[in-house]
């Protein structure tokens, strides 16, 4: 820790000076994760914690999008984003356009759009949802078929889980979609008696292979309820160091995929985006009430 004491000590003063929190994501680096964050969570707490949120100013440790949503739940307040480049590969995967072709072919068929999107696709979509409540907000709507975007994988895990049947798009976790089913078969060989917690952007016959399937919080619930004695974490790798920080007692087997984007939140981004204010994260205002309407609807449904 002696390493990050300096950006650290710079960020906690930051933070007093500037009337800012951080909302950082499961995925971040543990001296980020436990060392500067205010609120850590899931994609789902991140977007309600952002409802509560005092302080003039939000910097996200997390991807565009997350911040994206900070800012139509707050558009009084600044938001900021340590690096701009930090997209996601679910996000980039649809358009506007791509909505309203399928729209066209499945008329009546409502838009569930994961959080993992742009503000202009939120806009074209009817609600919102995140691994942690996709099961609950596809059953809230009551309807036998439902256009579920833009994650491929997402959506048949869900369409397993629920029976509803579920339109998709092309889309994947640049991240969980390269875990196969081999991976798993290997670690349950090399470990036996382990526990496997499979994220849902995981393809289905991944999934298949794992004991538990849930959003980050809720693998991170699992342990804590659970206390196996041997667990893997089929997503990220922070995810992995994040738990294990807090239940020294359990061993951790870390497969481990690394998202490029959530790695960019360096405590020095981090520290910069205070110091200087840049990459401040703005949402179209042609697009923003349409789009915070969609992330409402799924906020309302508990
Ligand atoms: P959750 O934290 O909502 O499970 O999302 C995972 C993810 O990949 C976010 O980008
Ligand atoms: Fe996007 Fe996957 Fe990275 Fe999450 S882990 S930000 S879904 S690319």
């Not at 499961?26 to 302080?55: C, K, W």
């Not at 340590?82 to 309203?100: F, K």
């Not at 919080?217 to 790798?237: F, G, S, W």
Request: aromatic content about 4%.
């Amino acid at each position: 820790w002696a390493i990050y004491e300096d950006d650290v000590t710079a960020i906690q003063r930051l933070k007093q000076e500037q009337d800012a929190v951080i909302l950082a994501h499961n995925y971040m680096t543990p001296e980020v994760f436990h060392g500067v964050a205010d609120i850590r969570g899931d994609s789902l707490a991140l977007a309600r914690e952002a409802q509560q949120v005092d302080a003039g100013t939000i910097v996200l440790a997390g991807v565009h999008f997350m911040a994206e949503t900070a800012k139509l739940l707050n558009p009084g307040k600044r938001v900021l984003l340590p690096d701009l480049r930090s997209g996601c590969s679910l996000a980039e995967s649809i358009t506007p356009q791509d909505i309203s072709e399928l729209r066209a072919q499945h008329p009546g068929a409502p838009v569930v759009t994961y959080v993992n999107t742009s503000a202009a696709v939120k806009a074209a979509s009817d609600i919102c949802c995140t691994s942690g409540n996709a099961v609950q907000i596809i059953r809230s709507l009551g309807v036998a078929k439902v256009i579920m975007i833009p994650d491929q994988y997402l959506a048949r895990n869900i369409a397993a889980q629920t029976g509803v049947e579920v339109v998709t798009h092309p889309g994947s976790c640049e991240v969980h979609e390269r875990f196969s089913p081999l991976d798993i078969v290997q670690i349950r060989e090399g470990h036996p008696g382990v526990t496997v917690l499979a994220h849902p952007e995981c393809p289905p016959e991944v999934v298949a292979e794992a004991d538990f399937a849930g959003s980050t919080a809720d693998m991170q619930h699992y342990v804590e309820d659970n206390r196996p004695a041997k667990v893997a974490l089929i997503t990220e790798c922070s995810m992995s160091d994040n738990v294990a920080a807090d239940h020294p007692d359990i061993e951790f087997i870390r497969p481990c995929n690394l998202c490029p984007h959530m790695k960019r939140n360096t405590l020095a981004a981090i520290r910069a985006t205070l110091e200087t204010g840049r990459h401040e994260v703005h949402v179209d205002a042609a697009t923003a009430p349409a789009a915070r309407a969609a992330i409402e609807a799924m906020l309302a449904v508990r």
